[in-house]
Structures are given as C-alpha cells and as structure tokens.
DNA sequence: ATGAAAGCGCTAACAT
DNA sequence: ATGTTAGCGCTTTCAT
C-alpha cells in the first residue's frame, strides 16, 4: 500500500506538495500536478481514510442502535437511515441489541470514541446511563432518553385516535387491545392510552393483552397469538402491532371466523408485509420514510454544530386501507 | 476531549507511561498506575479508537453489501452477520445499493481505505471491476465474483431437487415456475435448472415467469403477482421465492383456487413471513444462520492470515413444512 | 509555487 | 520502572 510519500519520491518533490496536488489546496503549477496525480495513478495509490479523519476531526460514519434488525419496522427504518445517511455522505454502522445484555453501550462507547460522528437510538433507555454526559451528536427515534436530545417520533395520539375510530364506526362492541406494559412516557405509547380511553368513553369494552415491547420480532407469529386464542375468540374487534395483526387473523380465519364481517382487525405500522395476507390489514401506516429523514437531517444539523434544533419532532400518521374493516 | 498528554501531565508522568498504564503493557509501578489511572477518570478521558488502530492496523469493523436491505433473506443475513461479527469484537458497516448505480463501487474503495478490514459481498458482480486488484479480504456469499474469492452459497442443487421432489409427488402435471433470466454461472441459479430438468425429465408442463434477480423486494407483493395471473390460473403446482409465492397464494385464493387441493406451491428461501400467511408456505429452506457464520467465520480466517481457506463453501438447505403442499 | 517541518493522538523502541 | 523519542499517514503552517 503505497503512501503519498512514496508518490513525493516517484514524482521528485515534497510531500506537502503532493498532498495539495491530491486535494487540490493551495497552488500548484499545472504540470507538478499531473506529475503527481500520474504517479499517484501508477502506484495504484488509495489515501487512508481514517487519518484523514483525525485531521478532518470526523470519521463520516453514524451509527444506529435498533432492538431488532428483523423487526420490519426496524428493518425500514434502517434502510432509510442508511439511504439518507448515503446522501449526506455518511456511512452506516448498526447496532443490534438482540438478546445481549447493555449491548448499545457498546456504541455509545465508540461514540465517545470518535469512531463515529454521532448515534441514532432506536432502543429503551438503559438504567444507570447518564447519556447527558456524553457531548456527542445524538438523535432518538420513538424512544425517549432524555429532554435534551432530540426525539423524532410519530403522531402516536392520532394514530390512537385513527385505530379507535375504525373500530367504533364499524359497530364494534368488544375489542382486544394487544399493548406492551410499562416505559408509560415514551411516545408510542400514546397509541395506545388514547385507543383505550376512546373505547371507554364509546362504551366499547376492552380485553387486554400484553405484549412486550423488547421481545416483538417475528416469534409473534402464529404460534405466539394462540395463547391469547380465548380473547380473540370473544372480541369483534382486534387493536394490534402488524406481526401479532397477521397472527390473529390467521388464527381467527382458521377458527371459521370471517374478517371482516365478523371480526375487524386494525393494524399499527402498515409495514409492507401487510399487504402480503388475505385479506390485506387495515391499519395505521407510520411514515418510516419521513421518521428516518427527519432523524438524519437533525443529526447532520447537529454534527454540523447547528444549535437551533427541535427536541420533539412529530411525524404524521396515515390511514392505509385494507380488507380487515 | 482528553489525551494521555493531559493526564501525563495531571499525573506528573511521561506519556509513555500513561500508555503503558492503560494499556497494561510493560513495567508499571502499581501507585503509579493508580495516579494514572485516577487521572484519567478524573479527566474524563476517553482513548481515540481511530488513531488507535492506525497503529494496530485494524479498525475492527467489516463491511456487507447488499441489494436491499428489506428483502428478508438479506435482513436475516445482515442480522446473523451482525451478530456473528460482534462475537469477534468487530462492528458492521452496511451498504444498500437498492436503486443506486455502482454504489457498491464506494463500498470496494473504503476497503482499500482501511476504513473496514474487511467486506462481505452480497450483491451481484459489477461489470468493469477488477477485483481480483483488491488485497484485502473480501468473501462473498451466493453471489460468485471470483474464483479466486470464497463463496458461501446454499446447497441449490438439493434446493431444486427437493422443491421439484415435492410438486412431483403431489401429482402436478403443469407447473409455474418463477425464474430470473442470466447470472447462469451464480450458485442460486441451480435451484432453477435443476427444478426445471428434474420436472422435464418426469414428463411435467413447465411455465415459464421471468423476475429480475436485482429487483426483488416487497414489490413483488399481491399487486405484483397479477400480471402472472393467466399463468397461475392454469397451473396446478408454482415454484417461487418467498415474496412472489406469497402474492401467488393470495392471487390464487382470491380466484377461489383451493390451496393445496388444486394448486400446490413450493417457496423457496422460507424465511419467517411465510408463517404468516394462510395457509403457511410449504417449501426449501435456507439456512441463514449458517450462511452468515461461515461468511463470518471466512473473513475472520482471512483477516487473521489465515491462507487455507476454501473458495466454495456449500451450506445445506432443508424442507420447511407447510399447508401449501 | 514548493519543500521542510510541526503535529493530530497514540504506541513501541530505546534510553536511563 | 519510567521518561524520551521516533513515527503511523496525512494536513497545514511557515519559510523560501
């Protein structure tokens, strides 16, 4: 691997000169250039970035933190993260916390250690992290860490509003809501507060389940929904995230209940997949799109030492029809 | 942000050994390494991981490149791969190049530019790239660059021995096949001339629909399907990736087809989304996580020096139980 | 316009 | 056992 050194003693001149001619910095005549860029060429040389970084103080690399990389609304978050991140000339580090204990602290770690140039958390606050204390670029998506790091999180309480309305207009009577317990403060739970207190105050009845949040991959497949099977056989109407959606309707379907004349089902995140089971979920649609690019633009703000940035951004929510109500 | 420099200095020390201290290399007397050590944490101090490894000549990170990373086979991949490097303290990088012309091209020079020790490759082979030229450890999974580069792909041989194995046996005498044209030297492409022979050889109607290797994600859904929709019609029997089969399940059901009474399907791929659907999709499996850990296991060799690596490594694939067949 | 030299934060070899 | 120094590959003064 050849250095800008050895173009300076191929090309017959200086190193300094070699490293303007390669970055195209202070003068140089017209020829010592192409001397240099030739002899670069024919030493096949290639600059190291990471001491480019050093100089540069910035590593062009963000990382995210997400709980479960095969979770799909992860999964699109990730890809939008990374396409955006693409644009601004960043490069994409992830972090899957799947099953190991205090993982991100890891990244957050690496953060503080210049290996990337700022982070974007996707995952539940952990106990005993004063992540006040690190100064470096930081963005949370959907969950809230602290006050005075930026949170870009969708409309949860119009989400909540959208579900308990379709329900309600549909006539239902007794609907299963499938919630996680606990982490009350974080956003997305408003979906869920709100859902319940429109219900209550329509004189609609409410069985529960819960979910939890940090366990939510695909194990919520068929197999898991069967243990809530009494539930779903007494309710006309079913509240539930697009895995454990998917599972109730296969379960209910293969009970001889028909959806939806029988039986709706309203689906929270309108990820792709549901669009793949007969009959497709209707739901809430979050725009994962729009949640990555706001996340990206708020950190590039950030790294770029803008200080003028938001600490609570909402994205909308959107109604995505399907044949489940 | 602090450097040994500062805390040579608070502990009244030489910087060598503040090194020696926090690195607990060499000669240290204990109350020294105390005061350095207190110094630090007083200081905050937090080691800079790149210039770290400019000496060591290591970043601890890898990179993998892949088409999309929401076409589930690669978000299973991408996942284990993550997973499997963290077990060896590196960090993973990744590139989507959906919808970017040769943006895998960024990826190969970042390789070159220490920036990862290391690249895994997914996605297909890039006309105009030498990368042979490359010296540094590079694998591929399913996608074959090189003779030169290891290759970890499935068993497709038995993939399409056992998908047609399986339409056979049920009795189908016209069968769909969904296949993309070219790439024929790919390991992935045995899958389908291997079905196709075996069901030539036993006398079967093979149909032929063509999909595009390099657009493949949830595109291919419900919507998608439709234009085949003539062609499934008549079909008794459909071979498909997961995504495609799914959309045909659905196509199939909504024209009142019984699934698998009239119309057998066979998936290939069988990640976890085929549990979804109703009923779930019989076919061949991939086995993810080994492809990943011996992509992983692979560069690791590599990267250690490691010379006696083998250049093709087969996985096997295995039968999915379903109610599609 | 260009070369020489200092230094980014750190490690490792060499003195002492 | 510890301080000093050279140097990783590069950028950026500062002379010339």
Redesign the pocket.
Known sequence: ?S???DIALKA??????V??A??G?????ED?KKKILNAARELDYK??DP??S??RNRSAIVGIVVPDIEHPFFTGLLKHVEQELFQYGYRCMVCDITGKERRELEFLEMLQQDVMDGLIICVDPLAGVDIESIRKPLVCIERKWSENIPLIHSNHIKGGELAAGLLKDAGCRRVLQFAPVGAEKDPFMNRHSTFRRIMEESGIEVLQANILSNRMGYEYDGQYVKQFSDLIEKADGIFAPDLVAAGCLKEAVEHGRKVPEELKIVTYDAMPLTRLVNPTLTGVAQDVLRLARVAVDTIMKIINGNSSVDCDLTIDVSFQKGGTV
Chains 1, 2 share one sequence.
């Open positions: 691997m250095s800008i050194r017959g001149v200086g190193i300094g000169t490293s303007r390669l970055n910095t202070g003068y140089i005549a010592t600059p190291n001491v480019r050093l100089y």
